[in-house]
């Protein structure tokens, strides 16, 4: 029996994938998380009262910048030349009343004329984004936490599209 995983060899060692022979379409990819934080938090983020800065603005560009850096981090994905990136952001003041936390949603939307997809660069651009919410919070709220990282869509490529059928699981 051959191993479905393509990420390795004859041998049983890791390898890149070939994606030489593959059709170049446009892909793309969507992904989201969530950061759980206090309510005191989320007043000085929506206040501009974090001492490090615009907080979202900041994450945002980090994403960003996580997204283009993906290969550099994740050892066998593909160098990709990403035509867009785009990062948003869903935040609400009022508190769970199950929890008392408040949360910032992040969407990450990446897309690529290409021959491999982008779901790991949207991975990353959540993940990144997040981190830096917490880098730049942390001195008011250490209990900050991520919740829900995942890939929801993706569209392109020989497996065509995939839509995840239960968000928040």
């Known amino acids: 029996?051959?191993?479905?995983?393509?990420?390795?060899?004859?041998e049983g060692r890791?390898?890149?994938v070939d994606v030489g022979e593959k059709n170049s379409t446009q892909r793309?990819?969507?992904?989201?998380?969530?950061?759980?934080?206090?309510?005191?938090?989320?007043?000085?983020?929506?206040?501009?009262?974090?001492?490090?800065?615009?907080?979202?603005a900041v994450a945002q560009v980090?994403?960003?910048?996580?997204?283009?850096?993906?290969?550099?981090?994740?050892?066998?994905c593909h160098p990709?030349?990403?035509t867009n990136v785009d990062i948003a952001?869903?935040?609400?003041?009022e508190p769970d009343p199950t929890t008392g936390l408040c949360c910032i949603e992040i969407k990450a939307t990446v897309k690529v004329t290409g021959q491999t997809g982008v779901?790991?660069?949207?991975?990353?651009?959540?993940?990144i984004a997040a981190l830096t919410?917490?880098?730049?919070?942390?001195?008011?709220?250490?209990?900050?936490?991520?919740?829900?990282?995942?890939?929801?869509?993706k569209s392109g490529g020989k497996s065509g599209t995939f839509s995840k059928k239960r968000v928040g699981v």
Do not use: W
């Not at 980090?62 to 066998?76: E, F, N, V």
């Open 89 to 93: 952001f869903d935040d609400n003041l």
């Open 80 to 82: 990709l030349l990403l």
């Open 133 to 153: 919410i917490y880098d730049m919070c942390k001195a008011v709220d250490r209990e900050m936490f991520f919740k829900n990282i995942g890939l929801i869509q």
């Open 14 to 16: 890791a390898r890149m």
């Open 62 to 76: 980090a994403g960003i910048m996580g997204a283009k850096k993906t290969s550099d981090i994740i050892p066998m």
């Open 119 to 127: 779901e790991m660069e949207a991975l990353t651009a959540v993940s």
């Open 28 to 56: 793309i990819a969507v992904a989201t998380g969530q950061v759980y934080l206090q309510p005191s938090t989320m007043r000085l983020i929506k206040d501009g009262d974090i001492k490090k800065g615009d907080v979202l």
């Open 1 to 10: 029996m051959t191993n479905p995983l393509t990420h390795f060899n004859e």
